[in-house]
């Protein structure tokens, strides 16, 4: 399934640490938005993970699951890095 993560972290040395984790596991499509294409529990491994790095009164992390049928509904406009198909596999 793909999933839509996005994130607002005010520390630099957390970003760091979100981005990097991001960048593990998915696809950078904005400077704080990710693609991920999981299998619920890759999805959880990786949710673990990125919360460790995350100051709840602080920061906002946010994972939307795009059904498949939605995301054939995919729009897209500019200098966009998107797939058309993922190229991260997890299994």
Do not use: N
């Not at 938005?33 to 529990?41: A, H, L, P, Y």
């Not at 602080?58 to 058309?84: F, H, M, N, T, W």
């Amino acid at each position: 399934m793909l999933y839509i993560i996005a994130y607002d972290i005010r520390e630099p040395k957390r970003l760091r640490k979100v981005a990097k984790t991001c960048e593990d596991y998915g696809i950078r499509v904005e400077y704080s938005v990710f693609e991920c294409d999981f299998s619920e529990e890759i999805f959880r491994e990786f949710w673990d993970k990125l919360k460790l790095h995350v100051d709840e009164d602080e920061d906002s992390l946010l994972a939307y699951r795009i059904c498949g049928s939605c995301v054939q509904k995919i729009e897209s406009s500019g200098a966009v890095v998107r797939p058309g198909k993922p190229l991260l596999y997890f299994m």
